[in-house]
């Protein structure tokens, strides 16, 4: 069997990942709450994490497994704990996705590339401000948006495809920045309730598929 048709081990938890991810948006529309409904968000990127894990070969395999782990954490813990514990837990997985994508930067970039991945951070601190301040602990959100933004430019700076993990860490950043948004008032809840989760979850996979095929398939070569 080709390297390209064994690569992808334990293809169920990828569809269990899509089921769950896609069904939880009717959450969001209906609005539900309690703790059956935090272990439904997780199931998304928690179904990922666990595919992540059964592909794994190496160091990267893990990294990776494990950056998503935090992101499954993190769904639960915002609403199970609150913001700031939430918040930490997907900090600490945007750390381990920087230095995993540092790790594995692209040898060459052309300059339209470069400079994307240079302006991003400014770029989001910049766009935060304008949405958040002069409100009181505006800059909490800053804080936090500078650690997205850093993990979206390494992100599409890395060797991974930019087609499917770059454009999804954007889009993951995408999604933190339209909650700001439905926070300051710029956009209603209304609208961003349409906009958040899609990106975040729709991010989360194309991040996931991106960089366990490319590992998984160099293992197998």
């Given at each position: 069997?080709?390297?390209?048709?064994?690569?992808?081990?334990?293809?169920?938890?990828?569809?269990?990942?899509?089921?769950?991810?896609?069904?939880?948006?009717?959450?969001?529309?209906?609005?539900?709450?309690?703790?059956?409904?935090?272990?439904?968000?997780?199931?998304?990127?928690?179904?990922l994490a666990l595919w992540a894990a059964a592909?794994?070969?190496?160091?990267?395999?893990?990294?990776?497994?494990?950056?998503?782990?935090?992101?499954?954490?993190?769904?639960?813990?915002?609403?199970?704990?609150?913001?700031?514990?939430?918040?930490?837990?997907?900090?600490?997985?945007?750390?381990?996705?920087?230095?995993?994508?540092?790790?594995?930067?692209?040898?060459?970039?052309?300059?339209?590339?470069?400079?994307?991945?240079?302006?991003?951070m400014p770029a989001t601190l910049a766009i935060?401000?304008?949405?958040?301040?002069?409100?009181?602990?505006?800059?909490?959100?800053?804080?936090?948006?500078?650690?997205?933004?850093?993990?979206?430019?390494?992100?599409?700076?890395?060797?991974?495809?930019?087609?499917?993990?770059?454009?999804?860490?954007?889009?993951?950043?995408?999604?933190?920045?339209?909650?700001?948004?439905?926070?300051?008032?710029?956009?209603?809840?209304?609208?961003?309730?349409?906009?958040?989760?899609?990106?975040?979850?729709?991010?989360?996979?194309l991040i996931a598929w991106g960089v366990v095929?490319?590992?998984?398939?160099?293992?197998?070569?």
């Amino acid at each position: 069997m080709s390297a390209e048709r064994n690569w992808d081990r334990a293809r169920w938890l990828w569809l269990l990942a899509l089921v769950g991810g896609i069904s939880f948006f009717v959450a969001v529309f209906l609005r539900l709450d309690g703790p059956a409904i935090w272990a439904w968000k997780t199931t998304g990127v928690g179904f990922l994490a666990l595919w992540a894990a059964a592909n794994a070969r190496g160091r990267d395999g893990w990294l990776i497994a494990a950056v998503l782990g935090f992101g499954a954490l993190g769904d639960y813990l915002l609403d199970a704990r609150g913001l700031i514990v939430g918040a930490t837990a997907f900090a600490v997985g945007h750390l381990l996705a920087i230095t995993f994508y540092l790790i594995n930067r692209r040898e060459a970039l052309t300059p339209s590339q470069r400079l994307l991945g240079w302006l991003t951070m400014p770029a989001t601190l910049a766009i935060v401000w304008g949405m958040l301040s002069p409100a009181p602990g505006w800059w909490h959100a800053a804080v936090y948006s500078l650690f997205v933004a850093a993990m979206a430019a390494t992100a599409w700076m890395s060797r991974f495809p930019r087609y499917r993990t770059g454009i999804g860490a954007m889009m993951f950043l995408a999604s933190d920045l339209f909650i700001f948004a439905g926070e300051g008032g710029v956009l209603g809840k209304d609208v961003t309730m349409w906009l958040v989760w899609p990106l975040y979850f729709g991010g989360q996979a194309l991040i996931a598929w991106g960089v366990v095929s490319t590992l998984s398939k160099e293992a197998t070569a």
